[in-house]
């Protein structure tokens, strides 16, 4: 079949819109109507496969589709050998692709290496029919080359924020580079390292901080892990819950990173033996500011620094965004909005109840009432609260915190938690004169709430008297909505998860076998799965000092209490995520 495309030069726009139209994609009369020169960006011509894609035209071979970046490159892959890839900088080795070629080779040429490995070494580029630097190169590199056609506009945006981190690296490291031999011992870490020590404010240093940051809002990190090892240091995201290597420093450099972010924080740069916690605010690109919380921890090779990210967007998610749904919504929302009484949210650390706590301070944060909190440490700040941190170099508390909050004249009382017996005294007292307290716990489930707080000395009946509801929750990580599809269910899987109900199962299920929009993962997100038990009628009835939880659990259940697994179960059969997912996250129903 006659091709239209030259297959000796830069691509060009008329025939590459021809090609489209005789390739079924591009509808003709649509093709008249679409410019053959792409317009002029700053310096340069905008590519044209970035032109087309920035038009949005009517993909004529998938009603409703358009020909975006995705489907152009796996249209031109069938005109060339080269495979179509999506760049993703967590799967790339930045210190050995930029060691590649130089910046300015690979901005000349429009070329950025993905991958390097004895074998070959992958090259991107989004000319496929443009090869002058490929054999000056393939002599230098003496490996073969493999090319792959990507997006021009990200292998420009790659090319700069790669070669910019690997230029500051190389300068911080210099010095500790030029020093020879290598950390044997940890001895002689620490000896090097109080030698050498390089300037928290060098602007080698400030670079890297900066690009970490970034790099993490673009990712939609949760938290940042700095880990010092004997000759280097990790750097790790977390992303959906799971932890993603993102880059390696030399040890030298990570000991000045974690000291400039100890600097933005406000926390003693001196002080490297005992743990310290700190907090910055910063903005990602789009101008939203972002609360970073710092902690820091000893570790035999220095400070180990891990960084939790609070978008302040969770403060404005609606119940419905955070999988909170249907009549556990009502009962929840009844709950919060009650004039009185104690709510507890429940769940293992990582499990959301921040996010939680909140979401709901802010629904019920009118301006005819105070709301006054005390947190460890407090998490975000927000406008329409007092907050208060717990200061224990004063003897400050959470009991001592909710004493002072008290004579402020609070109509609503968040306690970050219950830990002790004289902090659950001191909010039974708050609920029974007339405030509402909201606070957590650490239990697996929510009748579990329930004997917690007699283990820690309260009375039954003023348990009886002041608890309104408990709430146990867990995220789940949600399928990725681009590549999720139906399959076939598991009955067994089914039964697993719903017993000891028995739940008809749904006609199908869905699951995700990855694409480049969730890195191959299948999943995109995270959300809630919940379990709801309001303290009323005979579950209320049934709480006694030598109540046995599994009593406490079965009464629950006939009273209508989903549980975190049937929970799980019903974002399930509505696609959301998977059995498997629920099975992690959500503990087993025990019934005796």
């Not at 280097?232 to 030399?250: A, M, Q, S």
């Not at 916690?277 to 789009?286: I, M, P, V, Y």
């Not at 700040?381 to 402020?408: C, K, P, S, W, Y």
């Amino acid at each position: 079949m006659h091709s239209n495309l030259s297959k000796t030069g830069p691509l060009d726009a008329a025939p590459i819109i021809r090609q489209l139209v005789d390739d079924g994609l591009l509808d003709a009369a649509v093709a008249k109507r679409v410019r053959p020169n792409p317009p002029r960006i700053g310096d340069r011509i905008q590519h044209v496969l970035n032109y087309l894609a920035a038009e949005q035209l009517p993909d004529a071979s998938r009603s409703g589709r358009v020909l975006g970046m995705d489907r152009l490159l796996e249209w031109l892959a069938g005109h060339c050998d080269q495979l179509p890839q999506r760049i993703d900088p967590l799967k790339i080795d930045v210190p050995a692709v930029t060691g590649v070629m130089s910046y300015a080779f690979a901005q000349r040429h429009r070329i950025l290496a993905l991958a390097v490995s004895p074998q070959e070494v992958v090259i991107a580029g989004s000319e496929p029919f443009v090869s002058g630097w490929e054999k000056d190169l393939q002599q230098v590199l003496r490996r073969p080359i493999r090319r792959v056609i990507a997006d021009p506009d990200a292998i420009d945006r790659f090319t700069v924020e790669f070669y910019s981190l690997a230029k500051s690296v190389r300068g911080a490291s210099g010095d500790s580079r030029r020093g020879g031999q290598a950390n044997t011992n940890l001895e002689q870490l620490l000896e090097i390292s109080n030698l050498k020590d390089l300037d928290a404010n060098d602007g080698h240093v400030v670079n890297i901080v900066d690009w970490l940051l970034q790099y993490a809002y673009d990712q939609r990190a949760s938290d940042i892990h700095i880990e010092p090892r004997r000759e280097h240091g990790n750097v790790r995201f977390r992303i959906d819950g799971v932890l993603y290597n993102v880059y390696e420093l030399p040890a030298s450099v990570l000991t000045a990173v974690v000291s400039r972010l100890k600097i933005l924080g406000r926390m003693d740069v001196a002080e490297k033996r005992r743990p310290q916690d700190g907090r910055l605010k910063t903005k990602n690109a789009g101008g939203d500011e972002i609360e970073l919380r710092l902690s820091t921890l000893p570790t035999a090779f220095g400070e180990k620094m891990v960084m939790r990210i609070f978008d302040p967007e969770v403060l404005l998610r609606s119940f419905e965004e955070l999988g909170l749904r249907g009549e556990d919504r009502q009962r929840w929302d009844g709950m919060i909005r009650s004039p009185h009484g104690i709510v507890l949210v429940t769940g293992p650390t990582g499990s959301g109840k921040t996010t939680t706590l909140y979401s709901s301070l802010k629904q019920i944060a009118t301006s005819e009432v105070n709301v006054c909190t005390i947190e460890d440490p407090i998490e975000m700040v927000e406008d329409a609260f007092n907050q208060m941190q717990v200061q224990h170099n004063i003897n400050l508390d959470f009991a001592g915190g909710v004493r002072a909050l008290l004579r402020q004249d609070p109509d609503i009382i968040m306690i970050g938690e219950i830990r002790d017996l004289e902090t659950a005294e001191m909010a039974i007292q708050a609920a029974l004169t007339g405030h509402l307290v909201i606070s957590t716990l650490h239990t697996n489930d929510a009748p579990s709430a329930v004997t917690r707080l007699l283990e820690l000395g309260v009375p039954a009946y003023l348990i009886r008297a002041t608890v309104l509801g408990v709430m146990a929750q867990r995220l789940v990580r949600s399928l990725c909505p681009h590549c999720k599809e139906t399959v076939a269910l598991d009955e067994t899987a089914w039964t697993t998860l719903t017993a000891p109900w028995k739940v008809s199962p749904p006609a199908h299920i869905y699951h995700a076998p990855g694409c480049l929009e969730c890195r191959n993962t299948g999943f995109y997100g995270r959300q809630g799965i919940y379990e709801i038990l309001p303290v009323e009628g005979q579950v209320q009835a049934a709480i006694a000092d030598d109540v046995e939880l599994d009593k406490l659990r079965r009464m629950a259940m006939k009273n209508g209490m989903r549980t975190l697994r049937l929970s799980g179960a019903q974002k399930v059969a509505r696609g959301e995520t998977t059995i498997a997912e629920v099975l992690r996250v959500a503990p087993p129903v025990q019934t005796g």
